[in-house]
């Protein structure tokens, strides 16, 4: 499997993020795989946004959860993740990250760099 993040890489404060994870090598409606969008803020440890499942159940981190939205296009075989009202400390790289319950193959996308300035 292989995900391919691509995106605006400045977005100024207040305004609205989309992110487009491009999947290949599996379809986002396998059984029991869950598609993850992954934060890492300069200098920051790994953040977990929230995922989609394969069913399409959505699950969001609590901090974000207000701010953030992500879908899919199963058709086009590619998650999104929305955010909005952006600040400054959203800079970071985000990554689109797959992964199996139960199993430890994990997959990462090469990630893309959002720039949140004015």
């Known amino acids: 499997v292989q995900l391919q993040e691509s995106g605006p890489g400045l977005v100024k404060p207040s305004q609205t993020l989309s992110l487009t994870c491009t999947v290949s090598g599996g379809s986002i409606t396998t059984n029991y795989y869950y598609w993850s969008w992954i934060r890492q803020p300069p200098g920051k440890g790994l953040e977990w946004m929230g995922a989609i499942a394969y069913s399409g159940s959505t699950y969001y981190s609590p901090s974000l959860k207000s701010r953030t939205s992500i879908s899919r296009d199963n058709a086009k075989n590619t998650v999104y993740l929305q955010m909005n009202s952006l600040k400054p400390e959203d800079t970071a790289v985000y990554y689109c990250?797959?992964?199996?319950?139960?199993?430890?193959?994990?997959?990462w996308g090469r990630g893309t760099l959002v720039t949140v300035s004015s």
């Open positions: 990250y797959a992964d199996e319950y139960g199993e430890e193959l994990e997959y």
